[in-house]
């Protein structure tokens, strides 16, 4: 569209014609920060700031996308930006960009009240997750969450007269699902695959309970996504799934790694 200043015709150019003859894939905006509306499992709903990427293809003809368009869409949803506008924001986007497939990911924490092992104190654990929608004819949606656990390994334990080298792990865990699942559900079950869960407080008593448990417990980086794996299928609902651990090993400089993919059906 043709816009005035002083006098001047300001030329909108990403309009103008490319004669490169190539397409681009992805085009759009990254990191934009904005509030969002998650689903909570005991509040209803949780408040939270996601850093947002937003992405059109862009035809091989015109010379460059409208990024300001991106945000004016967001500004549009900005009441509740939420899981179900996901579609609807894909669908705005397709249609103010004249593309044929858009892609929205989200990053942003969320937090989860747990509750200390023995002394049962109370604090707000912090997770990292993740919204990776698209739309092109069909609608797609990937939800995943970084869970931190401690892994401790199981050739230390046997080789040491004492101890065992432990540390903090982040597993990662991708899925798409058929029916609605809840971000603490998915929780619940990544932590049950390291050695022991994380947690933002401990007492004296749980730090006891912890450790001990994770000693009687070790696990390669290998059991962790094994462990998910056998949980991950048996859920009906999940359609698909990756899940990675990273072991940030303590007695390496490098970190200890796998990963296992599977689509169910
Ligand atoms: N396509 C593109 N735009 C960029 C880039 N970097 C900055 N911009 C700016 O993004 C701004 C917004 O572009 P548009 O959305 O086309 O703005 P507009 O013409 O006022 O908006 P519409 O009338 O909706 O097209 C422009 O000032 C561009 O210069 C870039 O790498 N690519």
Same mark, same amino acid.
């Given at each position: 569209?043709?816009?005035? @200043?002083? &006098?001047?015709?300001?030329?909108?150019?990403?309009?103008?014609?490319?004669?490169?003859?190539?397409?681009?894939?992805? +085009?759009?905006?990254?990191? %934009?920060?904005?509030?969002?509306? +998650?689903?909570? @499992?005991?509040?209803?709903?949780?408040?939270?700031?996601?850093?947002?990427?937003?992405? %059109?293809?862009?035809?091989?003809?015109?010379?460059?996308?409208?990024?300001?368009?991106?945000?004016?869409?967001?500004?549009?949803?900005?009441?509740?930006?939420?899981?179900?506008?996901?579609?609807?924001?894909?669908?705005?986007?397709?249609?103010?960009?004249?593309?044929?497939?858009?892609?929205?990911?989200?990053?942003?924490?969320?937090?989860?009240?747990?509750?200390?092992?023995?002394?049962?104190?109370?604090?707000?654990?912090?997770?990292?997750?993740?919204?990776?929608?698209?739309?092109?004819?069909?609608?797609?949606?990937?939800? &995943?969450?970084?869970?931190? %656990?401690?892994?401790?390994?199981?050739?230390?334990?046997?080789?040491?007269?004492? &101890?065992?080298?432990?540390?903090?792990?982040?597993?990662?865990?991708?899925?798409?699902?058929?029916?609605?699942?809840?971000?603490?559900?998915?929780?619940?079950?990544?932590?049950?695959? &390291?050695?022991?869960?994380?947690?933002?407080?401990?007492?004296?008593?749980?730090?006891?309970? +912890?450790?001990?448990?994770?000693?009687?417990?070790?696990?390669?980086?290998?059991?962790?996504?094994?462990?998910?794996? %056998?949980?991950?299928?048996?859920?009906?609902?999940?359609?698909?799934?990756?899940?990675?651990?990273?072991?940030?090993?303590?007695?390496?400089?490098?970190?200890?790694?796998?990963?296992?993919?599977?689509?169910?059906?």
């Amino acid at each position: 569209m043709e816009q005035k @200043k002083e &006098g001047k015709t300001l030329t909108d150019v990403q309009l103008t014609r490319d004669t490169r003859n190539i397409a681009i894939g992805k +085009v759009g905006v990254k990191d %934009v920060s904005y509030p969002i509306v +998650v689903m909570d @499992k005991n509040k209803k709903f949780q408040n939270t700031i996601a850093r947002i990427n937003m992405y %059109v293809d862009l035809p091989h003809h015109f010379k460059g996308t409208h990024m300001s368009r991106f945000v004016e869409i967001l500004n549009k949803y900005r009441e509740d930006i939420a899981l179900d506008k996901l579609e609807v924001i894909l669908s705005t986007m397709k249609e103010k960009l004249g593309a044929s497939n858009a892609h929205l990911e989200m990053e942003f924490p969320y937090f989860v009240e747990k509750k200390a092992p023995v002394s049962r104190a109370k604090s707000l654990m912090e997770y990292t997750c993740t919204f990776s929608a698209s739309l092109s004819d069909q609608f797609d949606f990937v939800l &995943g969450i970084k869970v931190p %656990v401690t892994s401790l390994c199981p050739c230390s334990k046997e080789l040491s007269s004492y &101890g065992a080298h432990n540390q903090r792990s982040i597993m990662t865990v991708q899925v798409r699902y058929s029916e609605f699942i809840w971000i603490e559900d998915l929780i619940d079950i990544i932590e049950e695959c &390291g050695s022991s869960p994380v947690y933002s407080l401990l007492k004296r008593e749980d730090e006891k309970f +912890v450790t001990e448990r994770a000693y009687e417990n070790p696990r390669f980086v290998e059991d962790m996504v094994r462990e998910a794996t %056998v949980r991950l299928l048996s859920m009906g609902n999940i359609t698909w799934f990756s899940v990675e651990a990273e072991n940030f090993e303590s007695i390496h400089k490098h970190s200890a790694y796998a990963a296992i993919e599977r689509k169910k059906g």
